[in-house]
Structure formats: C-alpha cells, structure tokens
C-alpha cells in the first residue's frame, strides 16, 4: 500500500494494489505537469478529498481530466470521463513518500507519439 498526498494534504491517496511500474508520460500535459501516474483501476485506489478542492482540466479528446489541488497546487490524479470506454485513473507517484517508491521500475510511455511504452 503506498499513501501519497497534496503538499497541504488536502487531497490524498492509497494505492492497495503491488505496483510492477509506474509511469512517467511525454505527452503534453505530463511533460509540464512533471508527473509519475500509478495506473489503476478505481476499486483498487482511495482517493480522499472534499468536494471542490481539486481543479481540473480536461483537454485533447477529453476522455480524462487531470485534477489538481487548488490550494497547493499539486497535481494530484486523473479520472476517465463519462465518455471513456474503460473506466481508469492514475495517481502521482511524485506525491508519494520517496522511499515507499524508490523500488518501483519508472517506465517511459510514449504519449506524445506511438502511444506505447519505450522500453
Ligand atoms: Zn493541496
């Protein structure tokens, strides 16, 4: 399990499933976003946080939006929208404790090109 939260701590998370890897994207929001996403599906992350404490932006086919704090700033997780034929979400490996992480394989995935991991 592996907890993570917001610099205020506003909006936080566990994530109750082993993780293989986690995922740092090139697409164009990760890249400034500066994130590391730990996929997953929503049975398997709790993510706490009241209602309207997080901003979100949604962007390209808006299929998802990413959520940040509005306090701190933080991005925090994204969520698939309505539209999405899989539910899914992702966390921010950044906000996690580093050594509940440091074991953990960053994979590269290719989200500004092939749509496909690169190693
Ligand atoms: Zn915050």
Same mark, same amino acid.
């Given at each position: 399990?592996? @907890? +993570?939260?917001? *610099?205020? =701590? ?6 109750? @499933?082993? &993780?293989?890897?986690i $995922?740092?994207?090139?697409?164009? %929001?990760?890249? @400034?976003? =500066?994130?590391?996403?730990?996929? %997953? !599906? ?5 993510? $706490?946080? %009241?209602? =309207?404490a997080?901003?979100s932006?949604?962007?390209? !086919? @808006?299929? &998802?939006?990413? *959520?940040?704090?509005?306090t701190? +700033?933080? $991005? ?10 899989? /539910? ?6 950044? &906000?996690?404790e /580093?050594?509940a992480?440091?074991?953990? /394989?960053?994979?590269?995935?290719? =989200? ?5 991991? &690169?190693?």
């Amino acid at each position: 399990m592996i @907890k +993570g939260s917001c *610099h205020c =701590g506003a909006v936080h998370f566990e994530v109750r @499933k082993p &993780l293989e890897w986690i $995922t740092e994207c090139n697409c164009s %929001a990760c890249r @400034k976003l =500066g994130t590391i996403w730990a996929h %997953a !599906d929503e049975s398997e992350i709790d993510l $706490t946080y %009241a209602e =309207g404490a997080t901003l979100s932006y949604v962007w390209g !086919d @808006k299929t &998802l939006a990413f *959520h940040s704090c509005k306090t701190c +700033g933080c $991005t925090t997780h994204w969520l698939t929208l309505d539209k999405a034929e899989v /539910p899914r979400m992702a966390v921010n490996m950044r &906000l996690a404790e /580093p050594a509940a992480v440091a074991n953990i /394989p960053v994979r590269h995935f290719d =989200g500004a090109d092939t749509w496909r991991y &690169l190693d």
